[in-house]
């Protein structure tokens, strides 16, 4: 069978929803998972043999989009899991 390969992650889960719904919608197979470790962040993956035609979709049209750190993860030290 054929693997799976993440095109994006450490990404918001809106941004994971877009990147899905553009890869699906061209035909490429993604799905969403959200990470482990309770930062709130999503990867996508995309079976092996579509990666290079998922990058150059989601090149063109500048997605993941620059993540923007919120208030809360700026006054975190890395590292430290919140209370």
């Given at each position: 069978?054929?693997?799976?390969?993440p095109?994006?992650q450490?990404?918001?889960?809106?941004?994971?929803?877009?990147?899905?719904?553009?890869?699906?919608?061209?035909?490429?197979?993604?799905?969403?998972?959200?990470?482990?470790?309770?930062?709130?962040?999503?990867?996508?993956?995309?079976?092996?043999?579509?990666?290079?035609?998922?990058?150059?979709?989601?090149?063109?049209?500048?997605?993941?989009?620059?993540?923007?750190?919120?208030?809360?993860e700026?006054?975190?030290?890395?590292?430290?899991?919140?209370?």
């Amino acid at each position: 069978g054929c693997g799976s390969t993440p095109v994006a992650q450490d990404i918001s889960q809106s941004q994971a929803n877009e990147i899905v719904a553009l890869l699906n919608g061209q035909g490429i197979s993604a799905f969403t998972k959200k990470e482990v470790g309770g930062r709130g962040l999503y990867f996508v993956q995309v079976r092996d043999d579509h990666y290079a035609g998922a990058i150059q979709l989601m090149h063109e049209r500048g997605l993941p989009r620059e993540r923007r750190a919120s208030g809360k993860e700026m006054r975190e030290p890395p590292g430290l899991i919140p209370s």
